[in-house]
């Protein structure tokens, strides 16, 4: 039996290979589309090792429209698409608006230009809770009503505004064109087996990496952000979803879209994957510990610019449409981002 193929652009980067290996376990065949501009090309040993072959790979920069072309001429049978191919460093962005609004939105506008030649183009958009900015305290835990805030950074416009870019071809190519966009809460851990991860560039801006970096001696201590925020310990709340927790739900979202497709209400639906759960730096910190048993040195700094004091999602609506649920115990969680860091550091 043929299987259904799944295009995943940037799916060597973290969500995304962990996303593949949840396709492929599913019974999709991904179709890899990534430059490796923020990833390695080891990655896709990684999810070969896991899923005991080679994924269908094609090095391709999905902004340029002629080399994504290409992708399309030697799979003429992609039934579906979920598109991470994206930048996603806040602060990178500030710097680089251009570059952020060239490369996400160039790249969103080639995928819905090359899927809607397809009967039915079905796309899961990756997109992120950051188009809620700082909700009101009334709207903890944020749903998929909550009012979208003004973006603090060109990364998070770039989210917005490709959520409104598909809003709108949605309703112009009725039917056509399918979307389901995931706003991510914050993705964290490796797959178990420990072969795939997370892999900063650098100095990690993300906690979880920041943590494992200094529990594996990389750096000297963490800072935390802030101790004065309107919080039970005043450090800032997040809401830390396991990254295979959150690849699952793509594959519920794929067979919604496939299923339901062109019946999807007004073309797009919206969904938070979080686990409704807020946890703070400094609990954080404590969690790692029981965990791992390694206490993480850390001390407390200024509050970084632009962060946001709390947010955790309310993930109903995807737990009851979608089936999908994140219910990995956040010590399994953190353990096995332990376990990945611990590896690529040969400890
Ligand atoms: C941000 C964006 C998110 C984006 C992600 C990509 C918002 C609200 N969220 O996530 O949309 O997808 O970046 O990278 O804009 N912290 C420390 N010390 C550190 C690092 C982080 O204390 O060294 C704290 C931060 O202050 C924050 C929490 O840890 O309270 C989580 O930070 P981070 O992992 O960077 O994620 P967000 O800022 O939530």
């Known amino acids: 039996m043929t299987k259904t193929k799944v295009l995943v652009t940037g799916g060597t980067g973290y969500i995304g290979a962990h996303t593949v290996v949840e396709l492929e376990n599913a019974g999709y065949e991904a179709v890899i589309v990534d430059n490796f501009s923020n990833s390695s090309r080891d990655v896709l040993d990684g999810i070969a090792r896991i899923i005991g072959r080679n994924p269908l790979f094609f090095e391709a920069d999905c902004a340029d429209y002629e080399s994504f072309a290409r992708v399309f001429e030697l799979c003429p049978d992609i039934s579906a698409a979920i598109h991470f191919a994206a930048y996603k460093a806040v602060g990178e962005s500030v710097e680089k ?10 790249s969103l506008l080639n995928l819905i230009d090359l899927m809607g030649r397809n009967e ?6 990756s997109s992120s809770c950051t188009v809620y900015g ?5 709207n903890l835990p944020v749903n998929e009503t909550s009012p979208l805030q003004p973006a603090t950074s060109p990364y998070g416009n770039t989210k917005r505004v490709s ?10 190519y009725k039917g056509k064109i399918n979307v389901i966009a995931l706003r991510y809460f914050n993705p964290i851990g490796a797959h178990p087996s420990a072969l795939i991860g997370e892999l900063p560039r650098g100095v990690p801006q993300n906690l979880l990496p920041y943590i494992t970096q200094t529990a594996a001696g990389l750096r000297e201590r963490l800072n935390v952000f802030g101790n004065d925020y309107n919080t039970p310990d005043g450090s800032c709340i997040r809401d830390y ?10 594959v519920s979202a794929l067979d919604r879209l496939l299923d339901k497709s062109p019946e ?4 797009i639906e919206y969904y938070n994957l979080g686990t409704g759960v807020g946890i703070s730096v400094l609990q954080m910190l404590e969690l790692f510990k029981k965990a791992t048993g390694v206490a993480v040195p850390y001390r407390i700094v200024e509050r970084r610019p632009g962060d946001v004091e709390q947010v955790w999602a309310d993930p109903s609506k995807a737990n009851i449409e979608l089936g999908w649920k994140a219910d990995t115990p956040i010590e399994e969680v953190l353990a096995s981002a332990w376990r990945w860091e611990k590896k690529i550091r040969g400890i």
């Open 264 to 267: 999807i209400p007004g073309g």
């Open 120 to 125: 039915r183009g079905s796309i899961v958009f």
């Open 163 to 172: 959520e409104e870019i598909l809003r709108d071809c949605t309703i112009s």
């Open 97 to 106: 608006p251009l570059d952020y609004y060239r490369n996400n939105l160039v």
């Open 134 to 138: 700082q909700p009101e305290r009334e």
């Open 241 to 250: 979803i396991y990254v295979c927790d959150l690849a699952k739900a793509h």
